[in-house]
Nanobody
Framework: QVQLVESGGGLVQAGGSLRLSCAAS????????MGWFRQAPGKEREFVAT????????YYADFVKGRFTISRDNAKNTVYLQMNSLKPEDTAVYYC?????????????????WGQGTQVTVSS
């Protein structure tokens, strides 16, 4: 069983930056595909970014391209989401997810494990 713990959320002004971290338990982290999703109040959960097991392949939602960067450190069992040029509409709970298949994946239903989420609030 993989456990995921997100951290790094908080309150930031528009135009600011945050780096989210997701620490994973277990010895098989390096074989998992990883993703970040978010859910704003009253809205459905949506895909943000994903990375394959080696870090060689990444995909982003159109609304974060050029602003967010996903990366991973398999030696530390951690995946990151660097968020720059934040906008008020980025306000949401951000979730980390892991999938047994190591490829990057945009669909939430393809993920096997989820973290508890971390709140990101961007003020205008």
């Amino acid at each position: 069983q993989v456990q995921l713990v997100e951290s790094g959320g908080g309150l930031v002004q528009a135009g600011g930056s945050l780096r989210l971290s997701c620490a994973a338990s277990g010895r098989t982290f390096s074989t998992y595909g990883m993703g970040w999703f978010r859910q704003a109040p009253g809205k459905e959960r949506e895909f943000v970014a994903t990375i394959n097991w080696s870090g060689s392949s990444t995909y982003y939602a159109d609304f974060v391209k050029g602003r967010f960067t996903i990366s991973r450190d398999n030696a530390k069992n951690t995946v990151y989401l660097q968020m720059n040029s934040l906008k008020p509409e980025d306000t949401a709970v951000y979730y980390c997810a892991a999938r047994i298949w190591g490829e990057a994946e945009r669909m939430a239903d393809e993920y096997d494990h989820w973290g508890q989420g971390t709140q990101v609030t961007v003020s205008s």
